[in-house]
Antibody, heavy 119, light 109 residues
Framework: QVQLQESGPGLVKPSQTLSLTCTVS??????????WSWIRQPAGKGLEWIGR???????NYNPSLKSRVTISVDTSKNQFSLKLSSVTAADTAVYYC???????????WGQGTLVTVSS | EIVMTQSPATLSVSPGERATLSCRAS??????LAWYQQKPGQAPRLLIY???TRATGIPARFSGSGSGTEFTLTISSLQSEDFAVYYC???????????FGPGTKVDIK
């Protein structure tokens, strides 16, 4: 059973870079054909897809965030990461990491981690 | 970018009744459409993918239909544990990105 766990600072100052890591257990991040994704959800609001990285290393990003987002993989640690630069209060949200299977949507999700942007 | 819309925003239903939720895409997504259920404080749970295929372990009272731009999630007989927010999501191949609908909250009438 695949499990995902987000980790990182819960508080980030405005204009700084938000950095989160997702640790994958129960399977190798480099095996199979999957998208490793980040999704966020501001309090009381809907889900916003941030972007994903494929097993091959190719990435896709939400056009509204593309200029500020980088998603990368560290296969040696079985982790993938999110960096979001120049954050503002609007980036305050619960951030989820997840695994998407092409053609089969997103079955596995982390529990989510709250990141607050505040000085 | 493909824009997803959902209706209604809120659906009030009595336990045991049928609930019908709608989702529309701004352009065709073929059958690359999923439905998720989310309860407070929890991550979303995949219910349906491929517009009509139930994910593993999902009860038969949940069913999905549609293709192209119009989709429906039906809950045949609402149970107490089904009161939640439901999101549709497109994951079509082009453009290569995922978008969610704004959600439908199903609450107790």
């Amino acid at each position: 059973q695949v499990q995902l766990q987000e980790s990182g600072p819960g508080l980030v100052k405005p204009s700084q870079t938000l950095s989160l890591t997702c640790t994958v257990s129960g399977g190798s991040i480099s095996s199979g054909s999957y998208y490793w994704s980040w999704i966020r959800q501001p309090a009381g609001k809907g889900l916003e897809w941030i972007g994903r990285i494929y097993t091959s290393g190719s990435t896709n990003y939400n056009p509204s965030l593309k200029s500020r987002v980088t998603i990368s993989v560290d296969t040696s640690k079985n982790q993938f990461s999110l960096k979001l630069s120049s954050v503002t209060a609007a980036d305050t949200a619960v951030y989820y990491c997840a695994r998407e299977t092409p053609g089969m949507a997103t079955l596995y999700w982390g529990q989510g981690t709250l990141v607050t942007v505040s000085s | 970018e493909i824009v997803m819309t959902q209706s209604p925003a809120t659906l009030s239903v009595s336990p045991g009744e049928r609930a019908t939720l709608s989702c529309r895409a701004s352009q065709s997504v073929s059958s690359n459409l999923a439905w998720y259920q989310q309860k407070p404080g929890q991550a979303p749970r995949l219910l349906i993918y491929g517009a009509s295929t139930r994910a593993t372990g999902i009860p038969a009272r949940f069913s999905g239909s549609g293709s192209g731009t119009e989709f429906t999630l039906t809950i045949s007989s609402l149970q107490s544990e089904d009161f939640a927010v439901y999101y549709c999501q497109q994951y079509n191949n082009w453009p290569p990105m995922v978008t969610f609908g704004p959600g439908t909250k199903v609450d107790i009438k």
